[in-house]
């Protein structure tokens, strides 16, 4: 019978997105080893468009964890446009006791930053991990299984799992449902997004009026790129 090889780590983190490259370059400033199963390649990880601002807080956090390089060199964006009615309005977010600015950064430029700032550190991410499943979350021991990007299955025993793949990911539906309380309204809408060849608004723009809420910023496909976002009925 073929072994299946066995690995060990402190933490293995399931996704390789914003928040599971962020967990492992702040668990690795700690001085804690661990390992991203991303099941996407990484041009796809690192060309995905989503967001486009960083707000104070989150800059505050990765400039105190010594992490500031992964913003260095993004435009500070204070300024978010709010139209109400046809109504412009600039909001800003200079308070005096923030201490740091929001900035403007496309999601995947982050992505791009985080990966190589993390494997320029001699982190370990594995790309195009399929199959990922969770065994014995309930133990002190548990163990993630995968198949790496040359089809070899591999397992992985750690201490903790970190499930960084999104709310609708293998972890959460890994939890025991007894274990967990998930509270959730359904407001019956879902977002359309849509990449449009446009000139990029000045400032970040959310609208609300009487056909409802959209949004539109600038995206990864040069000074002529935006994206605009409306939320759609789904019932
Ligand atoms: C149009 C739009 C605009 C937005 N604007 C903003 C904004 O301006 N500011 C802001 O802060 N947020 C914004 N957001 C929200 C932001 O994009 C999300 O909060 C963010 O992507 C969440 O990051 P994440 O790492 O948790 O999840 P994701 O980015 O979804 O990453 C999850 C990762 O897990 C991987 N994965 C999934 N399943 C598995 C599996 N079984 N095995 C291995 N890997 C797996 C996925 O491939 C992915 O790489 C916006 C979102 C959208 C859609």
Redo the contacts with the bound molecule.
Sequence with gaps: MTQVPHESVPVVI?????????AAMLLRSCGINSVI????TRA??EE????????HR?VRMFEQWGLGRVLHGFPSNNLLEVRVDGQSRLLTEDLPDIGAAGKSVL?QAL?RGLVAAFLADGGDLRFE????ALHGIDSDRPVVS?TDRDGQARKIECDFVAG????????AASIPSVVTAVHRYDYGIH?L?VLADAPAPRY?LMAAGERGYA?H?RADRGPAGS?C?SPQRTR
Excluded: K
């Design positions: 399931v996704g390789g997105g914003v928040s599971g490259l962020t199963l991303e099941r996407q796809r990880v995905r468009q989503r967001a486009g601002l960083v707000e989150a999601q992505v991990a399929a199959d990922v995968y960084c793949d999104g709310d609708r990911g293998i972890s977002w997004t970040a949004a910023s994206t976002t």
